[in-house]
């Protein structure tokens, strides 16, 4: 066992290192945030492989994110070397592939089987509810895609839910067929869906035992980081993984334990109920695994106690739950900022000037973070943050595999890789433009059911169809090329990899010429896009010079959300709760802090919603270590139409002595001389007559205003010449003096002191302003 004096046992308490050291079937550790759960959960798996209790194969452990998972690694890695790399560190997804690929022949599944991400779930979901015309009784894409899901993620499958549907109800039959064609479809395209990769582990491990034995066998200690957050799918493989194995024959030495398993987790910060996630996996787990061991960890390593008192406070607000208060040594610190602005773009104006102070004061831009409970919040965020020269990074939001020319591009690579993927292959049929319209898609389609082949294969047959003769060579083509880089990604000719595949594709396909021709301003980020992916194409070649095409398609489909987090890139991070879980930054900025939006106005009528977004609310201040900033808008531009926010009942749940209420020095004068009156509202503590002061000028900026700001087409000031002393004049700000301009080109940064609003940075290509 390991050594009480190990190194790795220094920095931890005495319960954490209790964690640590125990020897046993089952472990429980329940804590708040920041106690240090993921840290025990390292040190636990650095411990076993230093004292050569288990060898690396043997241990697996679960993360919510792939980022976690990399950042677990680093950090087993810094503890004991080398070892580190042969261990199974993942999220449920990717330990379920990797599972699949080695054994989906064993049920009627080849092993290049393809993952639907949700934009391609709901691309065939659409499709089908168009044939069947389900809209007429309601159905959406979405309230589809959810059912669907849900009922996933309770393992059940298309005969469990018909045999408990309710066939004189129309909108049940309907559904059951929707469920029906859609898991043909997957199947006949030999693809999982991201809820499937798990469900299909569990069917696989009960249908056949003795492949469930061998990982019953192999993994001696299994361990899940955010348990709370599981759902029953989840739960099940744990269940499967952690039994005993069952032998065939049992000889003398065939008993074998089950696998040791450690789960850590904190059910306040279970955020996931939509999905599926089940706090009762936490509550009930003693009873689930008897005779565990349950440790308890009470000390904050993260936050100052400002912030947690806040965190304990709003929390206690849930019922049923048990009563823990998160405390910390290291002091209260500062207080909790508070704001409040006139409109979402005086509240992002406010985090950008804080974001500079907190820089000047010499925190680095990475150790800052904003977090927003909707996508479409940022869109006024990053108007600013680009005009005030702040270095700025979406995580998550239209992230770079789901934009169209990326999806194209892999879907020709999909295509070489699993010819029955039909989705695909009807992607790349007229992209770029050949010529084939959907009449003749449609032949193609009947065709290949009428002679029970693939989508793919149909093409073959191009000549047999009654097509023109311009339309029968672009199909040939198309075919002809398909083959070429299927025999090139198969046998690797000159060592050519995935990046020579794609570049064939891309360049024979004539795809990238024909963004490049474009006259479509649009097209050329998008062509520069596409060269994007083929760089990581060469770097994930560099990396893995032994990967084959299908592992690359398999390390992109499993990219989350947090994973485009670059810590050493020196930006701020931008992004939506849900991702920031299990995350810390030095500073955080939770913004819009409003009625409808925080708790979102649709969980309303969601059982429990409310005490979910009081969790998550829970979730976005403890991952503050130091500074803390609430704000919010008086009037958001939210779907659609300008309406009045009112402030989220969850700011009356924090005593009102953590908070110290601003206002920003530039809005009374800026803004036409209008103290807002709302402010006293909030000194008083929310009493309900919260009123928006009447005559408010400010109406949000046109769309196309923001866009063009982001791409910089409105405004070029690139040929301004501006140095220290200059007078200019702001719109939005007024006149001020120019102190300092730095940078070159399209990123000249001026610093100004203005008369009446402070010192601000500007972009000076994009920034409102003229000499005067
Ligand atoms: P969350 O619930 O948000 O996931 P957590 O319980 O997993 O939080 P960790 O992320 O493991 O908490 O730890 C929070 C911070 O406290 C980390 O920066 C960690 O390095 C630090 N920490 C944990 N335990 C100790 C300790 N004993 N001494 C010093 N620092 C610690
Ligand atoms: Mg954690």
């Avoid at 595999?401 to 039909?422: C, F, G, Q």
């Avoid at 200019?728 to 610093?751: L, N, P, Q, Y």
Wanted: with cysteine.
């Amino acid at each position: 066992t390991v050594e009480t004096s190990s190194p790795l046992l220094d920095g931890l308490n005495p319960q954490q290192r209790e964690a640590v050291l125990y020897r046993g079937p089952a472990l429980l550790i329940v804590a708040g945030a920041g106690s240090g759960k993921t840290r025990v959960l390292t040190h636990r798996i650095a411990g076993l492989l230093e004292s050569r209790e288990a060898w690396p194969s043997q241990i697996l452990a679960i993360t919510f994110t792939n980022k976690a998972a990399s950042e677990m690694r680093d950090r087993v890695r810094s503890l004991v070397g080398q070892a580190a790399d042969g261990m199974w560190i993942s999220t449920f997804h990717s330990a379920c592939v990797r599972i699949l690929r080695r054994e989906a022949e064993q049920f009627g599944y080849s092993k290049n089987f393809t993952i639907y991400d949700s934009g391609d779930s709901r691309a065939l979901l659409k499709r089908i509810i168009k044939e069947r015309e389900a809209d007429v009784l309601g159905f959406t894409v979405a309230t589809a895609a959810s059912k669907i899901s849900k009922l996933k993620n309770e393992l059940a499958d298309v005969e469990s839910y018909a045999r408990g549907a309710n066939f004189n109800d129309p909108a049940e039959v309907m559904f059951t067929q929707i469920f029906r064609d859609y898991s043909r479809e997957l199947s006949s395209a030999n693809a999982f869906d991201f809820d499937d990769l798990i469900a299909q582990t569990v069917y696989l491990f009960r249908a056949f035992p003795h492949v469930a034995a061998e990982y019953q066998k192999r993994f001696r200690h299994i361990l899940v980081d955010e348990y709370q957050d599981t759902n029953h799918a989840q739960y099940a493989l744990i269940r499967e993984l952690t039994k005993a194995p069952e032998e065939v024959d049992v000889g003398l030495f065939s008993s074998v334990e089950p696998a040791s398993l450690t789960v850590v987790g904190d059910s306040d910060q279970s955020i996931y109920a939509f999905r599926g996630a089940d706090i009762r996996n936490i509550v009930e787990f003693e009873r689930d695994f008897p005779g565990a061991r349950v440790v308890l960890l009470e000390q904050n390593y993260r936050s100052t106690q400002n912030i947690l008192s806040a965190a304990n406070s709003v929390i206690s607000n849930n019922f049923d739950r048990k009563d823990k208060k998160l405390w910390t040594a290291d002091g209260d610190g500062d207080k909790i900022v508070g704001y409040t602005g006139y409109t979402g773009h005086d509240e992002a104006q406010f985090v950008a000037d804080e974001i500079q102070g907190l820089r000047d004061k010499g925190m680095a831009y990475h150790d800052i973070a904003v977090f927003y409970r909707t996508n479409s919040q940022t869109r006024a965020l990053e108007e600013i943050f680009i005009r005030s020269a702040i270095p700025y990074k979406v995580v998550g939001g239209t992230k770079f595999y789901e934009r169209a020319e990326i999806k194209d591009s892999m879907a020709y690579l999909i295509a070489v890789a699993n010819p029955a993927d039909t989705l695909a292959m009807r992607r790349i049929l007229n992209t770029p433009k050949r010529g084939i319209g959907p009449a003749t898609e449609t032949t193609i389609a009947s065709f290949a059911e009428a002679n029970g082949m693939t989508f793919r294969d149909a093409l073959r047959y191009a000549g047999e169809l009654g097509l023109g003769p311009k339309v029968t060579r672009s199909i040939d083509d198309l075919s002809q090329l398909l083959d070429e880089a299927s025999v090139m990604a198969d046998t690797r000719p000159d060592g050519s990899g995935v990046p020579e595949v794609l570049g064939l594709l891309l360049s024979r396909s004539g795809y990238l010429d024909a963004l490049r021709a474009s006259r479509d301003p649009q097209d050329e980020a998008r062509a520069e896009n596409v060269e994007e992916l083929l760089a990581v194409t060469k770097e994930y070649q560099r990396n893995n010079p032994e990967g084959v095409l299908l592992d690359f398609l398999t390390e992109v489909s499993l990219v989350a959300a947090a994973d485009d987090l670059d810590d050493s890139s020196g930006s701020v991070s931008l992004m939506t709760l849900h991702t920031a879980k299990g995350l810390e930054f030095e500073a955080v900025f939770l913004t819009g802090v409003e009625e409808d939006l925080l708790p979102h106005r649709m969980s309303a009528g969601e059982p429990g919603g409310p005490a979910e977004e009081r969790r998550l609310f829970y979730v976005g201040i403890t991952r503050a270590r130091k500074r803390l900033f609430l704000s919010l808008a008086m009037t958001r531009a939210q779907y659609g139409d300008v309406s009045v926010a009112l402030p989220s009942r969850y700011l009356q749940e924090i005593p009102a002595d953590l908070i110290e209420w601003k206002q920003s020095p530039g809005m009374a004068t800026s803004r036409g001389g209008t103290q807002p009156r709302a402010l006293n509202a909030r000194r008083d503590g929310y009493g309900g007559s919260y009123s928006v002061p009447g005559g408010r000028p400010t109406t949000p900026k046109p769309k196309t205003e923001w866009a063009n700001a982001v791409t910089g087409q409105m405004r070029d000031n690139s040929a301004l010449e501006l140095a220290a002393g200059d007078r200019i004049k702001h719109t939005d700000f007024g006149d001020g003096s120019v102190m300092a301009v730095t940078g070159e080109g399209a990123r000249r940064i001026a610093e100004v002191q203005f008369d009446g609003a402070g010192r601000k940075r500007l972009l000076i290509k994009v920034a409102p302003i003229e000499k005067i």
